[in-house]
């Protein structure tokens, strides 16, 4: 990874405001380690600087020991505390260690930190769910990051939902349990800015942020997808020993036409708060038909506002079929 950054660090100006170590259990990792990957980074002395960790892969001693190395901020993935509901997900984790890694992190000292929730699970409550919020609030967390479960082709949960061994999901359940969530995270103080994402004022993810606003970032390792600052996108070797061979030798890269890149700005950005700058669209050469978007902002999805494409209340709950709906709406510029 140290000979991956030096071979593409020339792309990006200044220093690294932001490092994200995830993907996998990085917390199994020895600090050592990751101290020495930050020095080859060299991030700015006020980077955002998170590591992913599991319960029960987590001890007081190594929290200090991440300190130390340099993590100012983890993301912990709690996913539930029903153990029913944790064996459905394969995680190793008990209830137990959920909760004890909760009440670790949030004494040891990180600038910030954040807990993955995952609801619409099989079977699961309204109730059941609700638990899971009044749990994770217990122990005041800055951040909340919320994932409803989700059919992705060829996946197991796929194959069992095709084979009719698992329920179907539930449309309305899952609008009640968003819903739920949200309003409860409003009331403790934790405000969403992007679909999936609630945070306490000034907790907000910064490296997150980066990609929720279009903007280019390095990504370092096998199989890490990366977007230069000349637009070129760009995957590592998606093997580990092939990226170890190579690390600076992706498997692809590519230069996105500009009606590909106005589509993935679209993708990318409405989710987040601020919307997509339609500036930014027209400096592709592109805008969003007013004809074909009428219907989204006449049935209050989406609003305009100082030139920006903003989600209304009624459009964060279908926001992921409504980017694809907008990004239809792209024209070229006459």
């Keep these: 990874m140290a000979r991956h950054w030096q071979a593409i660090s020339h792309h990006?100006?200044?220093?690294?405001?932001?490092?994200?170590?995830?993907?996998g259990t990085p917390s199994l990792h020895p600090p050592e380690l990751i101290n020495q990957l930050l020095e080859v980074f060299e991030p700015s002395a006020s980077a955002e600087i998170t590591l992913e960790a599991n319960p029960g892969t987590v001890t007081p001693e190594l929290l200090d020991k991440l300190l130390d190395a340099g993590i100012n901020r983890l993301s912990l993935g709690i996913q539930t505390?029903?153990?029913?509901?944790?064996?459905?997900?394969?995680?190793?984790?008990?209830?137990?260690?959920?909760r004890e890694l909760l009440t670790m992190v949030s004494h040891a000292g990180f600038n910030s930190w954040s807990a993955d929730l995952m609801f619409a699970l099989p079977h699961q409550t309204v109730p059941e769910f609700e638990?899971?919020?009044?749990?994770l609030?217990?122990?005041?967390?800055?951040?909340?990051?919320?994932?409803?479960?989700?059919?992705?082709?060829g996946t197991p949960y796929t194959r069992a939902l095709q084979a009719g061994s698992l329920p179907k999901q539930d449309e309305d359940t899952w609008a009640d349990m968003y819903e739920l969530a949200v309003a409860k995270l409003s009331q403790a103080g934790i405000e969403r800015y992007e679909v999936s994402n609630f945070a306490r004022k000034g907790h907000r993810s910064h490296h997150n942020e980066h990609y929720w606003r279009a903007r280019p970032?390095?990504?370092?390792?096998?199989?890490?997808?990366?977007?230069?600052?000349?637009?070129?996108?760009?995957v590592?070797?998606?093997?580990?020993?092939?990226?170890?061979?190579?690390?600076?030798?992706?498997?692809?890269?590519e230069q996105p036409s500009p009606a590909d890149a106005a589509k993935e700005r679209v993708l990318s950005t409405l989710r987040h708060i601020d919307g997509v700058d339609l500036g930014a669209i027209a400096s592709l050469g592109f805008h969003l038909d007013q004809k074909r978007l009428s219907p989204f902002i006449h049935h209050n999805m989406v609003h305009i506002q100082k030139n920006h494409l903003i989600l209304r209340p009624k459009g964060?709950?279908?926001?992921?079929?409504?980017?694809?709906r907008i990004s239809d709406a792209l024209a070229p510029l006459t």
Excluded at 81 to 98: E, I
């Design 12 to 23: 990006f100006q200044g220093q690294p405001s932001s490092v994200f170590f995830g993907g």
């Design 81 to 98: 505390f029903s153990p029913k509901h944790a064996r459905f997900l394969n995680r190793a984790h008990s209830v137990t260690d959920a």
């Design 131 to 135: 638990q899971d919020i009044d749990t």
């Design 137 to 153: 609030l217990d122990t005041a967390p800055p951040h909340v990051s919320l994932y409803g479960l989700t059919a992705e082709p």
């Design 217 to 234: 970032y390095a990504g370092i390792g096998a199989g890490a997808h990366g977007w230069l600052p000349n637009g070129q996108r760009t």
């Design 236 to 253: 590592g070797q998606a093997q580990p020993d092939a990226y170890i061979e190579n690390p600076d030798q992706w498997a692809k890269i």
């Design 316 to 324: 964060w709950n279908i926001a992921d079929g409504l980017v694809q």
